[in-house]
């Protein structure tokens, strides 16, 4: 596979910062913000990554994660399975001994990806007005160190996502269910509030990146 480090990617940005989700948040971490996606999420907060972007080679990004220090690399987007070499660069990465995590919105197939890579998937409720986007074979391919994320901006989404949880008894299937509040529209202690009353054995999570950068900068020193 060595002669597939000159294959192309569009990148967005690559950083280190504090990881601000999953069961990984509060360790440092290294992104890789791939450009592009094929959704329109009413609540993104990274439309910036829907187009543009600079050309680098997987070689070039590996040297920049290598440089950057540390053993966590997130591979995020816009949605990094939009370009296919997506999960050659995650390949490499694993070789070199990164533990490596893949955010997806679940609406691109994830069996593509090497099984080591830890990938959280991000389950489109509907007031995201992509629900009708998700690849819902996905489910099928978890494996036990994967997480689900559901980010919920108000009850409807919250009792869908429940729905969900149960139907595809989801907690056997992975290493973590996420419930997350849309950021700036449904108030961290309403959903806290909720998964208590109904007794739901998830991760509550807030994107706890934007408390220590309010002001919205991606993150700490590169």
Known sequence: MDNRLNEVLRVTEIFKSIQGESSWAGLPCVFVRLTGCPLRCSYCDTAY????????TIGEIIEQ???LGGSLVEVTGGEPLFQ???????????ERRFTVLVETSGALPITG????????????????GMSGKNHWDNI???????????VIGDRADYEWSRDILKKYNLKDRCQE??????????EPQV?????????????FQLQIHKHIWPEGRQGGPA
Request: glycine letters at 6%.
């Open 84 to 94: 296919e070499a997506c999960p050659v660069l995650v390949h490499y990465l694993l």
């Open 65 to 67: 994660c290598v440089g």
């Open 140 to 150: 099928e391919a978890l494996a036990p160190h994967d997480e689900v994320k559901f």
């Open 177 to 186: 269910v996420l419930f997350a509040p849309a950021h700036g529209i449904l």
């Open 113 to 128: 990806l090497p099984r080591k890579a830890i990938r959280i998937m991000d389950l489109k409720c509907p007031g995201s």
């Open 49 to 56: 990554a829907y187009e543009g972007g600079t050309e680098m």
């Open 191 to 203: 959903l806290a509030e909720w998964i208590l009353e109904d007794a739901l054995e998830v991760r």
